[in-house]
C-alpha cells in the first residue's frame, strides 16, 4: 500500500549514568538505527529497531510494532522485542526531527526498554517521564528524518526512500570466535535492506576474503570460511563497507 509516514534514524549519543537500571554507573555510546512505515487505508505499521551500548553489554531488537504517531516535527512508536536472554521485552522510541522544529538543529531522542511480564524498566535515559513527553536528549552524531505523506520529498516506495536518507550502524556488528579457527561467524544487525562487501586483509594489505552480502531486515548471519586457505598466525583485519558507511574488525589468528 502507499506509505503515509516513514520515521529514519542512525548514530549515537551519550547514554547518561542512571539510564541503565541493572547497573546505574553505565555511561557510555549508545548506538541506534531505525526505520518504522505506516503506510495503507488502514495505517499498517512496521519497521526495525536496533539498539547497543557496549559498556552494558546490552543489545535490543525489535519485533513487532504496536502503534505509531507521527507528526513532521515529531514520532513515536511503542511495540516489542527482543535481547540476548529472548523476547518478552517492550519499547517506546520517541524522536524529534529538529531541522523541523526552529532554530534548535539538534535531533533529539528517548529509548525507553522494559520487561513486559514485570513491568521492570530495564533502560530509560529521560527516566521516569512520562510516555508522552518530548524527547529532550540530544544525539552526539548521525541523524533522524521524519517524512510524512505531503512532504514533496516523499513520494517513493518506503527502500527507495530510507536508502536515500540514512544508513545501518555497521558498528554494531559482532564477530567470533577470535581467535578465529577455521571460520569466523559475522553478525550484522540491519533496520533495512542494504548490500555489504565484507574485505578481510592480511599484514600486508593484501586481500584475504572478498565477499558481498545481502542484508535484510533484522539480525543477518554470514560465516566466512578459511579451511581452504592457509593462513599464517599474526592480525587480519575485517572491513565492511557499505554504501556510505564501513566498520573494521581486528581478527587474529594464533
Known amino acids: 500500500g502507499e506509505v503515509n509516514a516513514v520515521v529514519t534514524g542512525g548514530g549515537w549519543f551519550d547514554s ?25 487505508k488502514k495505517d499498517k505499521k512496521c519497521g526495525k529497531l536496533v539498539f547497543k551500548i557496549r559498556e ?16 513532521p516535527k515529531y514520532a513515536y512508536i ?17 524522536v524529534s526531527d529538529n531541522k523541523k522544529v526552529g532554530n534548535d538543529r539538534d535531533d533529539r531522542i528517548r529509548m525507553k526498554i522494559w520487561e513486559k511480564k514485570s513491568g521492570e524498566v530495564i533502560y530509560d535515559n529521560q527516566f521516569n517521564a512520562p510516555i508522552g513527553d518530548l524527547p529532550v536528549q540530544t544525539i552526539t552524531r548521525g541523524a ?24 545501518n550502524d555497521l558498528s554494531l556488528t559482532r564477530t567470533w570466535p577470535n581467535p578465529i579457527k577455521d571460520y569466523v561467524n559475522v553478525e550484522i544487525p ?21 565477499k558481498k ?7 543477518n548471519n554470514a560465516v566466512l570460511e578459511f579451511n581452504s586457505m592457509d593462513l599464517d598466525p599474526g592480525v587480519y583485519v575485517l572491513r565492511l563497507q557499505g554504501n556510505n558507511t564501513s566498520h573494521s574488525v581486528r581478527l587474529v589468528k594464533n
Open 144 to 167: 533522524i528524518i521524519i517524512h510524512i505523506k505531503k512532504d514533496q520529498y516523499y513520494q517513493k516506495h518506503e527502500e527507495e526512500t530510507v536508502a536515500g536518507y540514512i544508513d
Open 213 to 219: 552480502v545481502t542484508l535484510q531486515s533484522g539480525i
Open 56 to 71: 552494558a553489554d546490552l543489545r535490543f531488537m525489535s519485533d513487532e510494532v504496536e502503534w505509531m504517531v507521527v507528526t
Open 190 to 210: 540491519a533496520a533495512f535492506e542494504d548490500d555489504v562487501r565484507m574485505m578481510m586483509f592480511d599484514q600486508k594489505g593484501g586481500i584475504v576474503v572478498d
Open 78 to 94: 511503542y511495540g516489542t522485542g527482543y535481547m540476548h536472554d529472548g523476547k518478552g521485552y517492550g519499547f517506546m522510541l520517541s
Open 16 to 40: 547518561p549514568k542512571g539510564a541503565y537500571t541493572p547497573d546505574a554507573s553505565v555511561e557510555g555510546k549508545a548506538h541506534f538505527a531505525f526505520a518504522f512505515f505506516n503506510y495503507g
